[in-house]
């Protein structure tokens, strides 16, 4: 007689049984939290002995456990499977890799959960899933799919409307700036700038060419103060990174207003800080609105751009900095409008229903899954595009930024064009 004990799992055998009992442990392992529920604590599979459960062989055994489950889990409920779908997706599709690794214990309980759905009147099938999961995993896949499509569309379109919406009317302000996001990327797409080599400039450097824009962008040196001021109160945080511009990533924490730069030791780190200095002042407005939270930073981005200009830095280079940005946005683009119709349509009319594309339906859920918040940032870059170039027209628009900077927020589209388009124009350099 021999005796193994694993996961608190005593079981009792004898030697001929061993291969047997690997194997029941073999699909313990594969699937703990769920299974440890089912089985007895104590098994014996030689005879009946006190306090054990007594099992002719580690099949019944198999069969007893799966009956149990089939016949006591409640129905599961059609929210279980759009989370199970969602974090399968999630968990599948989800481009880093750690946590890959870390989802798959969840991937082989989302399966397992779904099995017993899908095998709810299938004993048989159920046990062959057991010995083999991975032969099973397409068809579970597609039950599960199909099942909850729809539904988990429709909760991921609306979680990114809330998200969009927060406080805010951001959804309608995008609305009525569609027309022009078409118009701004028009005028982007020309000759393919992404090889031009960018000047090599130290971190020294960037700070005095910075503090020489600010004194121009302000004479009157409020902007330098509150730069100088950011720098003392460490709000600015730069990590050098060994990155092409067109793959530079770098923040503004809106509650803390602290700016996390990535420099890559060329001119573009002039531009990183012009952006982000953008923001690090339109942060201090009471106000937030999502549709406009690139305007200011685009603006300090664009009149970087011309002052470097005007300093003689090479306008290829410059090209390339702002074409790293816009090509990032074409990609996402059409992407984005195709969910963003539905997103309305859902605002407006109602759920995405069964009668739409699957196929679709697909794509756009792995897209909201994979690019995430990312997506839902290209309108704003848009909108801020679209407003720096209206605002370029006007002589005095460095003034207007200043004056205006935290009223932007409490300001209708209509308002704020109106606004930017009436006075002050000037003759086009
Ligand atoms: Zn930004």
Known sequence: MKKRMENEIEVVFEDVQENEVNYLFKIIQKHPKLLL???PQKISFIDSIEDYTYFPNVFILLNYIAHSILS????????????????????WYDEDEEYKKSSEEDQETIFFITAIEYYRNNLEGFLQYLKCPEDYKEELIEFLKNNTRVMVYNHLLEAFRSKINENDHSLEIIKSFQKNQEEVLEGFQKRDYTKIPLTKC?????????????????????????????????????????LEPEQIDSETIRSTNEMRLQSNGT??????????????????????????????????????????????????????????????????????????HHMLYQEKIGNISEESSEEEIDRN?????SYGSKLLYTAPYLIGYYLT???????DRKAWMKNNLLRINTMTPQELENELKTKKIYEKE
């Open 389 to 395: 170039s209206k605002l370029e027209e006007r002589e």
């Open 37 to 39: 529920n089912y089985i």
């Open 72 to 91: 006591s889990t409640k129905k599961i409920t059609l929210e279980d499977q759009e989370a199970l779908y969602y974090q399968l997706l999630i968990a």
């Open 365 to 369: 859920t792995l897209n909201m899954i």
């Open 267 to 340: 001119i573009h780190d002039f531009r990183v800080l012009a952006h982000e200095f953008g923001h690090y002042l339109s942060n201090c407005s009471k106000n937030f609105v999502f549709a406009y939270s690139e305007f200011p930073a685009i603006f300090f981005e664009e009149e970087g751009n011309l002052y470097l200009k005007r300093k003689g830095f090479p306008s290829d280079e410059i090209n390339r900095m702002r074409q790293s940005r816009i090509n990032n946005l074409l990609k996402k683009y059409l992407i984005w409008m195709n969910i963003y």
């Open 202 to 242: 130290s971190k020294e450097f960037i700070d005095v060419l910075f503090k020489d824009f600010l004194t121009e962008m302000d004479p009157k040196l409020e902007y330098l103060l509150l730069y100088e001021i950011a720098k003392m109160n460490g709000k600015i945080h730069w990590d050098d990174v060994n």
